[in-house]
């Protein structure tokens, strides 16, 4: 299928273009750096949701292994609404074996993540095989797939908090900055900004939960931590209203966002 010509430009179908270069667009056009985190149980009630909020969104973060209704039919439903609402579809698996088994987890079994998943996360633990492994596995995939390194966790006494581990992580995102696009992390990491920072952990009233998460507002996490995205769960999912809630974490996080880049 030929792109098609708007303006006398390309206009590559949006399976096509690059990772990165989506989240840059993804932002300037729908003004939102928000990725929901829709840690629900039903992918019939994350498929409705992501109807209401996807002009809100720049990407939806979801948790395949929790949902008591996955199939391939509805993960393949999602994938379209993430087309049409332009929004990219991050499975948070935080892959952390070794290479042959991290293959088999990200292509096999119940979920074949690798056909839907535009991102997944992945622990660099077992050290940087676990990339090239994953890499490997998405080589004959036509449409571009990509990973974010998890350098810093949100939860309390996170043994990732070590300058060493972090350190080796952003090593191999360097070394392997085509499939790896950016992290996980609590803070910025590197100068270059081609690697976007993911931050979860994000809330406007809570300070954490009953099992050690900790947050901090939208304004901290893009301000002080240099944060590009932020990655909101129960601030909306929990909230009375979650398309209301929705559009105020986009609108905070947006407006941070556009006030730093004009200083
Ligand atoms: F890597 C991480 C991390 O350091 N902290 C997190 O909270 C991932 N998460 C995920 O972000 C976690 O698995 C949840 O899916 C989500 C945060 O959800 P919350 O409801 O906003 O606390």
Redesign the pocket.
């Known amino acids: 299928e030929l792109p098609a010509l708007k303006n006398g430009i390309i206009e590559m179908k949006s399976s096509s273009i690059p990772i990165r270069q989506r989240f840059q667009t993804i932002r300037e056009e729908k003004k939102t750096n928000l990725c929901l985190?829709a840690?629900l149980t039903s992918l019939d009630e994350i498929i409705e949701l992501s109807k209401q909020v996807g002009p809100n969104i720049c990407m939806l973060?979801i948790?395949c292994d929790i949902l008591n209704d996955f199939s391939m039919e509805k993960i393949q439903q999602l994938k379209n609404i993430s087309r049409t609402f332009n929004f990219l579809l991050l499975e948070?698996r935080k892959f952390a074996d070794i290479g042959n088994t991290v293959q088999l987890q990200y292509t096999k079994g119940l979920f074949q993540i690798a056909t839907w998943a535009d991102l997944v996360?992945v622990h660099v633990l077992p050290g940087e095989g676990i990339v090239q492994a994953l890499e490997q596995s998405v080589q004959s995939i036509d449409e571009p797939r990509g990973c974010l390194l998890?350098a810093q966790?949100?939860?309390k006494g996170a043994l990732t908090n070590n300058e060493d581990y972090v350190k080796g992580v952003i090593k191999c995102t360097e070394k392997y900055s085509d499939y790896v696009i950016g992290f996980?992390s609590q803070s910025r990491l590197t100068t270059d900004n081609k690697f976007i920072h993911c931050t979860?952990?994000?809330?406007l009233n809570n300070t954490g939960?009953q099992l050690g998460?900790q947050y901090v507002t939208p304004r901290q996490a893009i301000d002080g931590r240099g944060a590009d995205i932020l990655?909101?769960?129960?601030?909306i999912t929990d909230s009375i209203n979650r398309i209301k809630t929705c559009e105020e974490y986009q609108q905070e996080g947006y407006n941070v966002y556009e006030q730093l880049r004009n200083i």
């Open positions: 985190c840690d973060k948790h948070d996360t998890i966790m949100s939860s996980i979860p952990g994000i809330h939960d998460q990655i909101v769960g129960r601030a």
